[in-house]
């Protein structure tokens, strides 16, 4: 064959596929599907728009630039805002008085999220910038079982039986005391449990020390003996949650604790006297419905003895591959609201932000690209987190909105997965900065207020 016979035969075939492309229906026949022939078209013009830590960076020059008077513009505007109840610019007010108080009366703040902010993710950035602005250390929350974060290393001597209220049901207990955080580890033989601590290598001093020790159990079927640094306390049944603590030397970075008895242990707060106490409580397969089917009187009682001024709830990511029409989305944002109110019913001091979800890419006529009800999910999150009187944080808007998870995994260093779903660990530490940075700014127009009388 001829070269320029070549070039025909290319070129007709070429041509053959561009006119399916243009007529073959837009849902398949027969189980065959074509792209449209303007996606086609469309993948091959290059993309101008700004890298996403090129995206990232004005989002924080935004947030700097706004601390010199132009706050209102920001509060309005600019992506990585809270969605306000009312736009009320008062919302954080509460939160920001207990903040400022927290060198006497620490604060705690609860970070529940699904698979996005396991290993301490998004949350332990959080977590170290509001400690160094109003003090405090430790990384709050550690399960009773084998399991350590990126900041504190953790071990135990025995392999005790996790249930949790979310995900797969093969783990439940049949039971609706799950504890604060809808998971434990069951104490119910003779043996002793020790559950170790220590720091990890290379990571920041204020994360990895604390000097209390408190371990929350609960659903107490007997005597729980616990014992640290030779001092034993006995709890006896009866409450719906204890909480034993120990004090230890200032900036201590390694500890440890014996149980014995029986009862379920619901995690073991690493704390500091005073400042920011933050607790990482990642749920993977959770959508954020299940805190409703949880005890109440156990919430409260955390809550309460805890001071939880703030509870962050980041969801919607496993939800989104299922929500296909509008009623399904309609029913989700209605169960968040049920969520929301539930919340604030068991913790009538903190304020609640919804944050998420974040933008998700799945195939769509050959191509990369965001999950198509995604925009009108976050639109529906946050009318309902608002009309509840909760705050909503807009991940997705702040990296960049539709298709911007495509970027974050083609970045480098990259800033997603390649399940264009999870952050990688670079990702989700300039979420968790945007974040707290739009949070101080906040802060600081609040000082303002105070200082001029508004």
């Given at each position: 064959?001829?070269?320029?016979?070549?070039?025909l035969?290319l070129f007709?075939?070429?041509?053959v596929l561009?006119?399916?492309c243009?007529?073959?229906p837009?849902d398949?026949?027969?189980g065959?599907?074509?792209?449209?022939?303007?996606?086609?078209?469309?993948?091959?013009?290059?993309?101008t728009?700004?890298?996403p830590?090129?995206?990232l960076e004005?989002r924080?020059q935004?947030?700097?630039?706004?601390e010199?008077?132009q706050?209102?513009?920001?509060f309005?505007e600019?992506?990585?805002r809270?969605?306000?109840?009312?736009g009320?610019?008062?919302?954080?007010?509460?939160l920001?008085?207990?903040?400022?108080?927290?060198?006497?009366t620490?604060?705690?703040?609860v970070?529940y999220?699904?698979?996005?902010?396991?290993?301490?993710?998004?949350?332990?950035?959080?977590?170290e910038?509001?400690?160094?602005?109003?003090?405090?250390?430790?990384?709050?929350?550690?399960?009773a079982r084998?399991?350590?974060?990126?900041?504190?290393?953790g071990?135990s001597s025995?392999?005790l039986?996790?249930?949790?209220?979310?995900?797969d049901?093969?783990?439940?207990?049949?039971?609706?005391?799950?504890?604060?955080?809808?998971d434990?580890?069951?104490?119910?033989t003779?043996?002793?449990?020790?559950?170790s601590?220590?720091?990890?290598k290379?990571?920041s001093?204020?994360?990895?020390?604390?000097?209390?020790?408190?371990?929350?159990?609960?659903?107490?079927?007997g005597?729980?003996?616990?014992?640290?640094q030779?001092?034993k306390?006995?709890?006896?049944?009866?409450?719906?949650?204890?909480?034993v603590r120990f004090?230890?030397?200032?900036s201590?970075?390694?500890?440890?604790?014996?149980?014995?008895?029986f009862g379920d242990?619901?995690?073991?707060l690493?704390?500091?006297k005073t400042g920011?106490?933050?607790?990482?409580?990642?749920?993977?397969?959770?959508?954020?419905?299940?805190?409703?089917?949880?005890?109440?009187?156990?919430l409260?009682?955390?809550?309460?003895?805890?001071?939880?001024?703030?509870?962050?709830?980041?969801y919607?990511?496993?939800?989104?591959?299922?929500?296909?029409?509008?009623?399904?989305?309609s029913?989700y944002?209605?169960?968040?609201?049920?969520?929301?109110?539930f919340?604030?019913?068991q913790?009538?001091?903190?304020?609640?932000i919804?944050m998420?979800?974040s933008?998700?890419?799945?195939?769509?006529?050959?191509?990369?690209?965001t999950?198509?009800k995604?925009?009108?999910v976050?639109?529906?999150?946050?009318t309902?987190a608002?009309?509840c009187?909760a705050?909503y944080?807009d991940?997705?808007?702040?990296?960049g909105?539709?298709?911007?998870?495509?970027?974050w995994?083609?970045a480098?260093p990259?800033?997603?997965?390649?399940?264009?779903?999870h952050?990688?660990?670079?990702?989700?530490?300039r979420?968790?900065?945007?974040?707290?940075?739009?949070?101080?700014?906040?802060y600081?127009?609040?000082?303002?207020?105070?200082?001029?009388g508004?």
């Amino acid at each position: 064959m001829k070269r320029y016979q070549i070039v025909l035969f290319l070129f007709s075939v070429i041509a053959v596929l561009a006119v399916i492309c243009a007529v073959f229906p837009a849902d398949g026949w027969l189980g065959l599907r074509f792209p449209k022939l303007s996606s086609v078209l469309s993948a091959a013009e290059p993309d101008t728009g700004p890298s996403p830590e090129e995206l990232l960076e004005q989002r924080m020059q935004a947030i700097l630039a706004a601390e010199k008077d132009q706050y209102q513009a920001f509060f309005r505007e600019d992506p990585s805002r809270f969605y306000l109840p009312e736009g009320d610019i008062r919302f954080f007010d509460p939160l920001f008085a207990a903040l400022d108080r927290a060198g006497t009366t620490p604060v705690r703040i609860v970070h529940y999220g699904d698979s996005q902010i396991e290993e301490d993710r998004i949350t332990g950035t959080i977590r170290e910038s509001l400690q160094k602005r109003f003090g405090g250390s430790g990384p709050g929350m550690m399960p009773a079982r084998r399991r350590g974060t990126q900041r504190v290393g953790g071990s135990s001597s025995a392999t005790l039986s996790r249930f949790y209220n979310y995900g797969d049901a093969s783990h439940r207990a049949g039971i609706r005391k799950y504890g604060p955080f809808a998971d434990f580890t069951r104490l119910d033989t003779i043996s002793l449990a020790t559950f170790s601590f220590y720091p990890v290598k290379g990571k920041s001093k204020e994360q990895s020390t604390f000097d209390r020790m408190t371990l929350v159990a609960g659903n107490l079927r007997g005597p729980l003996s616990v014992t640290s640094q030779g001092v034993k306390q006995v709890v006896e049944p009866g409450k719906s949650i204890s909480f034993v603590r120990f004090e230890l030397p200032d900036s201590s970075a390694r500890a440890s604790l014996t149980v014995s008895g029986f009862g379920d242990l619901y995690g073991i707060l690493l704390d500091s006297k005073t400042g920011v106490r933050m607790d990482n409580v990642p749920m993977r397969g959770c959508s954020g419905t299940i805190f409703t089917t949880m005890d109440e009187e156990q919430l409260r009682t955390y809550y309460r003895e805890e001071n939880v001024r703030l509870i962050l709830l980041q969801y919607g990511g496993n939800s989104m591959p299922y929500l296909k029409t509008d009623k399904g989305i309609s029913t989700y944002a209605e169960s968040i609201r049920k969520q929301i109110r539930f919340l604030q019913k068991q913790a009538p001091d903190a304020r609640i932000i919804f944050m998420g979800p974040s933008d998700m890419a799945t195939v769509v006529d050959g191509k990369r690209q965001t999950y198509p009800k995604l925009p009108a999910v976050v639109d529906s999150l946050r009318t309902a987190a608002n009309d509840c009187g909760a705050a909503y944080w807009d991940i997705y808007g702040v990296m960049g909105g539709e298709n911007s998870m495509v970027k974050w995994v083609q970045a480098r260093p990259a800033l997603a997965g390649s399940d264009y779903v999870h952050f990688t660990l670079a990702g989700a530490q300039r979420v968790g900065e945007l974040f707290s940075e739009s949070l101080m700014l906040y802060y600081e127009y609040y000082r303002w207020r105070k200082e001029h009388g508004r």
